[in-house]
Nanobody, 113 residues
Framework: QVQLVESGGGLVQPGGSLRLSCVAS????????MAWYRQAPGKQREVVAT???????NYQGSVKGRFTISRDNAKNTVYLQMNSLNIEDTAVYYC???????WGQGTQVTVSS
């Protein structure tokens, strides 16, 4: 049974930071390309960042230079370090194993003063 469990969301002021975590089970994590997506109210789900099994990363333009995706294969965990958060980053953040239908339940990130 595949499970992806996100954590680390919360309420933060503009300019603040959060680190999201996603722990995977039931997949061969070290071989999996992983990604973070987000969905803001009234908007479609969009990709935020991806990381391959070879640790190559890619980012959506609006988060480049502010967000960092990383992975720890020993812990079956993918991270999203988010710095310089702004109100437009408010969304539910999901992790997924790329190329599969496996998604986490999401974690809410709210940026507000």
């Amino acid at each position: 049974q595949v499970q992806l469990v996100e954590s680390g969301g919360g309420l933060v002021q503009p300019g603040g930071s959060l680190r999201l975590s996603c722990v995977a089970s039931g997949i061969i994590f070290r071989r999996a390309a992983m990604a973070w997506y987000r969905q803001a109210p009234g908007k479609q789900r969009e990709v935020v960042a991806t990381i391959t099994d070879g640790f190559n990363t890619n980012y959506q333009g609006s988060v480049k230079g502010r967000f960092t995706i990383s992975r720890d294969n020993a812990k079956n965990t993918v991270y999203l370090q988010m710095n310089s958060l702004n109100i437009e980053d408010t969304a539910v953040y999901y992790c997924t194993s790329l190329g599969t239908s496996y998604w986490g339940q999401g974690t809410q990130v709210t940026v507000s003063s």
